[in-house]
């Protein structure tokens, strides 16, 4: 059974950082393309950042390009966003998924602000 668990969210200042890290279960992470997607309040989930199969292609959202870095740690078969030079826009729940499953986790929090 594919399970997806985010952490590491939380309230930070402007300009602050994060890391969300989402611990994966019932497959492996490196097998499977993954992708980090975000939903802002009143609106739809936005793609922020893509990672393929093999690990080496990796694909931004232009809001969070130069910012956010996607990767992944086979052994311990978790995905992570390095989140740097935060701002209050990026204020949103943040998930991870597996397109093939076409799964989700529960979303981590990330609130900005002063």
């Known amino acids: 059974q594919v399970q997806l668990v985010e952490s590491g969210g939380g309230l930070v200042q402007p300009g602050g950082s994060l890391t969300l890290s989402c611990a994966a279960s019932g497959f492996t992470v490196s097998d499977y393309g993954m992708n980090w997607v975000r939903q802002l309040p009143g609106k739809e989930r936005e793609l922020v950042a893509q990672i393929d199969i093999h690990g080496i292609d990796t694909n931004y959202a232009d809001s969070v390009k130069g910012r956010f870095t996607i990767s992944r740690d086979k052994a311990k078969n978790t995905l992570y966003l390095q989140m740097n030079n935060l701002r209050p826009a990026d204020t949103a729940v943040y998930y991870c998924?597996?397109?093939?499953?076409?799964?989700w986790g529960q979303g981590t929090q990330v609130t900005v602000s002063s």
């Open positions: 998924a597996v397109p093939f499953f076409a799964s």
